[in-house]
């Protein structure tokens, strides 16, 4: 029987992730398949509960779920817990490991599109990544036993066994009460993939506040973004966001609101505008504008006003994390404008290179990936 891996979200027939993912697989030659799994809300924990199946992988984690799969995993990374989003789950030895591979993913597309400054040579544009050991099966022990579904104390069996004996046994057993993680902390001890790479200087526009939207905020604030502002349609969702981020950083974070804020005083801690502000978003140099909503996706329609954008500088990058369609109207707008803009099939590959190694332990072929998704 094949190993299996799949996208679990709602909606999912959307997705390349099949087509990149499966590309890879079939060029190590894996056994492998990959498969969508449309998942509604009140399937999410039987969902993650067949996850442990001896001959499955794992799962990417797609919208609406990044945020609700956490409780429902044995272990979470701690830079997955700090953004309060995974994308990536694995399955090691009967236990569910959760990741975000979205956050490094984004900084990885942003330098391939020449934004920011790389010092030294850790990024890898083409061909596997370096420093791959640190995504080899770290996969520390987790906590004791639980009653949500998918969690508890069990052994592996000899389903397992298989599985790694298909994956040329490159995963060690998780190495008991190691507490280190695959992916090293932001802002502490390192920062993947800020080490080296930086956006000082840069002014950074953030629409949503979702999962994507929340993974994104880490990246930006580990590559020592110079100023943040979070845009959302609620604006509780947003000051939700600005004060999980502003433990961890000394920029200006700016949230804002479509309709007027009745009484600012009630949110001290940061400024708030509306975007029928003519104040609001003075063009600033060096600014990106990064979208991380579905608005797009399924219909005509832009995340920011075209007014609004006709305020921004020149050389002002729009990034649009939606792939499919690829051509967006928020790009279209950004392009009339004489904006540069790029959809998102640059950070699915990123974050879907780093999601496989975690998957497999073994280095992501990259550019094989790459032609998948052309």
Known sequence: MPLQVGLIGDPVAHSFSPRLQQAAFDALGIPARYELWQTTENELAARLTSLLD???LGANVTIPHKEAVLPLLDFVDPIATRIGAVNTIVHRDRYLYGYNTDAPG???ALAEQGIGDWQGDEFQGEGPYRNTEEFQGRHPAPPG???SPGRGTRKADAGDAETKRMLQGK???PPGDRKGS???NYGEETSYPGRGYSLEGYTAVLLGAGGAARAAAFALVSA????LIILNRHLERAQQLVAAVQQSVGTSLLTVSPSKVNDPRDYPSTQLFCLSDPDFLIPHPKSLIINTTPVGMHEDASPLPGEVLARFAPDTFVFDMIYNPTE????IQARTLGLRAVNGLSMLLHQGALAFTLWTGQ?????VMRAALQ
């Open 182 to 184: 695959p992916l090293p």
């Open 328 to 331: 967006t109207r928020l790009l």
């Open 106 to 108: 984004l900084l990885r």
């Open 171 to 173: 995963h060690p057993v």
């Open 145 to 147: 036993p639980s009653s």
């Open 54 to 56: 001896p001959h499955c």
């Open 224 to 227: 020592s973004v110079s100023r």
């Open 363 to 367: 280095p992501a072929p990259l550019q």
